[in-house]
């Protein structure tokens, strides 16, 4: 029987009672395997590029708060005034930083992202002088009050991948949650590194590394001018404030702060309580880690539905996730069972952020994004204000494990505020969203 001869076309054969099939047809490209969704996602010009420069003007976020309490209390004798400098920085920030964001969107984030980076590099610097060279206290909350001006740059990033990722939800899903887990890897490393320089070397060698990091992360950053969304000088959309949907968010901002906050301070005095005080960090990174692992999880699944649906069942998630180190703390009074506790509530933690940051996105007006995102990380840091004072009242009055309450129930609150407040806006306030489901 003649076979045929196109190596297009499969050849047919008997060996014993086995039929055989070869095909000889040529292993082309277009048979690879496609590109996971975070290689897609890199592989856009200049994606590479701005990241890199923006996680390394990242990572001193988590160091500056933590190197400014070693040193101030290293050289003072005296935690109330390290806690109270950095309170002042924390309440400057709240204020100074949407105006900041206005004229990033107004100017463009290099004419404007560069100049308030270095004034802040120089408030830390001129703390770090005025520490060393033992200056009156009032000058220590003016230096850390100038570093207020220090760009969001977590903000910054989301709107490029917003500028470049128009039109295609899935692939800004991604983006978002690629920026939701380099915020916990920064978070995580930032506060280790910065309590390492300063053992190791001196003092003020936290603060000076982390201000090196913030001035070269950001010049590389706005060095990509390709990728910069571009500005709206005259922009007539209404002030992200206003927007509606907008305030909803930032209540849920608020109470999801609340969280963090306090679960930081009720875990630190919960190992104190045991003995380990020392170990508290490493039990905390835990959180941010299972924090992490799961927004590059979550980034690379499409969830069903709109993020406006998706947040609610994210929050009540958390709230039953938050459960487990209260159950942890009170049942066994384990550190380790704790921190595996801690480890699997935090993967709640970054699938709740990225929800929340593509709400604020698409309820924030067009030309106007880097201001709704910056409002909403200043809801954050108010929330982490108050749950810190609230969980370290409870572990002052109560006990450290009845601490662990207060999480539970700020992120009660934030689940009821999106219930009960965030349901009736469904629309966007961006001319040019896609109206597709996030």
């Not at 230096?143 to 128009?166: D, V």
Request: aromatic residues 6%; hydrophobic residues 50%.
């Amino acid at each position: 029987m003649p076979q045929p001869t196109s190596r297009d076309t499969p050849l047919f054969t008997v060996t014993a009672d086995t039929l055989v099939v070869v095909d000889f047809a040529p292993r082309t490209p277009g048979r690879r395997r496609a590109k996971g969704p975070y290689r897609r996602l890199f592989a856009l010009p200049g994606a590479r590029a701005f990241t890199a420069g923006n996680l390394i003007a990242r990572l001193p976020m988590g160091m500056f708060g933590v190197s400014a309490v070693i040193m101030i209390a290293g050289t003072r004798g005296s935690y109330a005034l390290a806690g109270a400098v950095t309170a002042t920085g924390l309440a400057a920030t709240a204020v100074v930083a949407p105006w900041t964001a206005r004229l990033v969107d107004r100017y463009g984030q290099a004419r404007i992202a560069l100049p308030a980076t270095v004034f802040a590099v120089l408030g830390s610097l001129a703390l770090l002088l005025c520490v060393r060279h033992d200056a009156p206290d009032w000058a220590l909350f003016a230096c850390y009050a100038a570093t207020a001006t220090t760009p969001n740059t977590g903000g910054m990033s989301r709107a490029r991948w917003a500028h470049l990722l128009k039109g295609s939800p899935g692939a800004l899903h991604t983006a978002n949650s690629f920026e939701q887990a380099a915020d916990e890897l920064c978070f995580m490393l930032g506060p280790v590194l910065a309590a390492f320089l300063c053992t190791a070397f001196f003092p003020e060698a936290g603060t000076l590394a982390g201000a090196v990091l913030l001035l070269t992360g950001v010049l590389l950053f706005t060095a990509q001018r390709s990728t910069e969304p571009p500005v709206v000088r005259r922009s007539t959309a209404r002030a992200p404030l206003r927007a509606p949907g907008m305030r909803p968010l930032l209540l849920v901002c608020l109470a999801t702060g609340a969280v963090f906050g306090s679960m930081e301070v009720v875990t630190l005095a919960f190992a104190d309580e045991r003995g380990h005080r020392a170990a508290s960090g490493a039990v905390l990174a835990l959180q941010a880690a299972g924090s992490c692992a799961a927004g590059l999880l979550y980034g690379a699944t499409r969830p069903a539905g709109s993020a406006r649906a998706r947040l609610p069942w994210c929050l009540a998630a958390m709230t039953a996730l938050m459960t487990l180190p209260l159950l942890a703390a009170g049942l066994t009074g384990s550190l380790p069972v704790l921190a595996a506790a801690l480890l699997v509530a935090g993967m709640a933690t970054a699938p709740t952020m990225v929800t929340t940051m593509t709400l604020v996105q698409r309820y924030t007006p067009e030309g106007r994004l880097n201001e709704g995102m910056t409002l909403a990380v200043t809801g954050l840091l108010a929330g982490i204000a108050c749950g810190s004072a609230a969980g370290g009242w409870t572990v002052e009055h109560v006990s450290a494990t009845a601490g662990y309450g207060v999480p539970v129930a700020a992120a009660a609150a934030a689940l009821l505020a999106a219930v009960c407040a965030l349901v009736p806006f469904g629309s966007s306030n961006r001319s040019t969203d896609s109206r597709a489901p996030h």
